[in-house]
């Protein structure tokens, strides 16, 4: 099980929601679930709409899923992955702070997740 936090100031309060991890799904899925409007256009990693900042609470029990090229490339473009984050994310398989909520699949860790309620701001 997983618990994710979702912040946004487009909230009129911040979420709690339980999440199973091995059913795959992704942030995005589960913001749609729970009825969290995370900004969302293409829902396959093209865009950038779904931009989110993850903080990760259970301190040095980080999870990785891997970044797909989709998303890797979209983060760079935009500045949103900064070349230590990148290495950090391929060497040692650590997540970068921002992701794209449409390509991250939830893990059995407990998240913050925080966006601002305009495509690809976070």
């Known amino acids: ?16 929601v339980e999440a ?7 942030l995005l899925g589960v913001a749609k679930e729970h009825g969290i409007k995370i ?6 990693g093209e865009c ?7 903080t990760h609470l259970d ?19 935009i500045g949103k ?10 060497l040692k398989d650590l997540p970068p702070t921002y992701r794209l909520a449409c390509q991250t699949v939830v893990t059995d860790e407990d ?3 925080e966006f601002t309620g305009e495509p690809g701001g976070a």
């Open 81 to 90: 992955l900064p070349r230590r984050e990148e290495e950090r994310a391929n």
């Open 39 to 44: 900004p969302r256009e293409c829902e396959d």
């Open 111 to 113: 998240l913050l997740v």
């Open 1 to 16: 099980m997983a618990t994710i936090y979702f912040s946004s100031p487009i909230m009129a309060k911040n979420k709690k």
């Open 59 to 77: 301190g040095d029990r980080v999870k990785a899923v891997m970044l797909t090229d989709k998303e890797r490339n979209v983060l760079k473009s």
């Open 20 to 26: 199973v991890a091995g059913k795959r799904t992704t």
């Open 48 to 54: 950038g709409s779904c931009l989110v900042k993850v």
